[in-house]
């Protein structure tokens, strides 16, 4: 049987993602369609802005197919730069603002990139002398840790050695035609490699995945079921480096014609005065998030009655309290699944889910998409409710990962399903049920332990803010769980304490062995806990110190 990706997106009317601007202009040019920080745009600016930095980027000699990497906070240039990039046929890196030298310079060195687009400063970082640490101007040969690298575009008008201002760039542009700029544009084919959507990297090196243009069915499909229209107001706190944001920001605003407010980086309580004062309807984000909005609305209530939804994804354990807790305080929130893989709805919920549904699970397979749960051992499917391997095949999946195939032949089967190391379970009433990754999975003298569940346990004790489990070998055992916990303000919790709380209460091999406390959990840039980085934590503060040699 051939795989049902190979020709299922016929139908949809393909289109670039750099033509988009263009096409919001005509419809709604006059709409404001971005705010940021006091600065408002039109859709007709946004087009415009867009179309200034394609022609400067071509005339800087950026050609169909390099790679352009863009390590920039969430601001309007970041939308104007990632849109431009596609546009001229260029292929977009988004960089994670959080990364530093040898992280950033594996993934502009990996991805090939000939262009870097990037502001100085922002805050206490110094992203240029980074860049300068990596790339010393007038370096010798085989001095530079990114060779290929090109130019360095600077956002601001300061000049720096060895880069472009941002005002030169537009300055440049100017003197590249209309017809020139349109041409290139229309010699982009929807099939292109349009990004490369470097993965977080929870577990292992970060992996550029590689996508076209036809994401922008996935989030047709996706802002049909919000029922998201030009009416609407889109609270966009999320890095638009990560592809949550990218597609159910910018690009969701773009095909609506709804409106984006747009912050630097999420914080809880800019985000409650922010939806009271533009009265925004749409809201997105991990549990993380929500937990934060709801305790800073706890201590400064704010109006948030405009919100009508957003997607909260859920299914784990440790999520359905907050997602139940958001949902009461923000309305009838959506869950879903996804990942950099295929796009962000490979299964989705619906308006009218119920509580339990929304909060318990995490949709059902998206139009295009199939989800099936197997047994990872022998690759035959769970029944309705036998937690398995999650595996996904659909018409929005990835290319595969930027010079890595064998990487590729290891997710992707021959049938075209990737494997996504997921473990979830397919409910009975067709809803997937996303539990965590399967390497966080503990197996506990025999026993399977689902960390989550232990998570969700302990954050029902009022001392405790924000728990994680993670393993760590056990010579009897095999391995056994260490509690990660963050205390509420006020409350002198002990280890002990934390124990007592699980004793008789849950089954003996779920109560964690060690419990360690935390001022903050590393996270990454989409709030999600880094959870291998704790395990590291875990062996440095809990391995037994080694003998001392005899004199």
Known sequence: MAPAHSGDGDWFA??????????????????EALSFRGRRFTFAEVAAGVDRVARGLVALGVRPGDKVALWLLNRPEWIESALAVIKIGAVLVPVNTRLRTDDVAYIVDQSDASTLILAERAGPVDYLGMVRELAPAGAAPG?????????????????????????????????????????????????????????????????GVMHAHRLVRNVTD?????????????LMSLPLFHLFAFSEGMLTSMLTGA??????????????????????????????????????????????????????????????PIA?????????????YGMSEFGVGGAIGALDSTEAQSCEASGRPAPGYEVRVVDPETGRDQPAGTPGEILVRGYSLMRGYYRKPE??????????????????????????????????????????VDPMEVEAYLMGHPGIDLAAVVSYPDARLSE????????????????????????????????????????????????????????EEALRRLASPRPRRPA
């Open 407 to 448: 990487a590729t032949a290891a997710a992707i089967d021959t049938d075209g399903f990737l494997h996504t190391g997921d473990m979830g379970v397919l409910r009975p009433d067709g809803h997937l049920r996303f539990m965590g990754r399967y390497k966080d999975m503990l197996k506990t003298g025999g026993e399977n």
């Open 222 to 234: 996706r802002a049909f079921r919000l029922a998201i229209t030009e009416q609407d107001v889109i």
């Open 324 to 336: 139940r807790r958001a949902r009461a305080l923000l309305g009838p929130l959506v869950s879903g």
């Open 480 to 535: 056994v769980g260490v509690a990660f916990v963050r205390r509420r303000p006020g409350h002198a919790l002990t280890a002990e304490e934390v124990l007592a709380h699980c004793r008789g209460r849950i089954a003996s091999f779920k109560i964690p062995r060690h419990v360690l406390f935390v001022d903050d959990f590393p996270m990454t840039s989409s709030g999600k806990i880094q959870k291998v980085k704790l395990r």
């Open 259 to 320: 409106r984006q407010v747009l912050t630097e980086s999420f914080d809880a309580a800019e985000s409650l005065e922010l939806i009271e004062r533009e009265r925004a309807t749409v809201l997105h984000g991990f549990d993380t998030h929500y937990k934060e909005l709801c305790d800073a609305y706890e201590r400064q209530p704010r109006d948030v009655s405009s919100v009508r939804t957003g997607i909260l994804a859920a299914g784990m354990s440790s999520s359905v």
């Open 14 to 31: 393909k289109v670039t993602i750099g033509s988009l601007p263009e096409r919001a202009a005509r419809r709604w040019g006059a709409r």
């Open 143 to 207: 001095a530079s840790r990114l060779p290929k690298l090109e130019r360095v575009v600077l956002l601001g008008d300061a000049r720096r050695p060895a880069t472009v201002p941002w005002a030169d760039l537009l300055e440049r542009g100017g003197g590249v035609e209309e017809q020139t700029l349109a041409a290139r544009a229309a010699a982009v084919d929807p099939e292109d490699l349009a990004f490369l959507m470097y993965t977080s990297g929870t577990t292992g090196v970060p992996k």
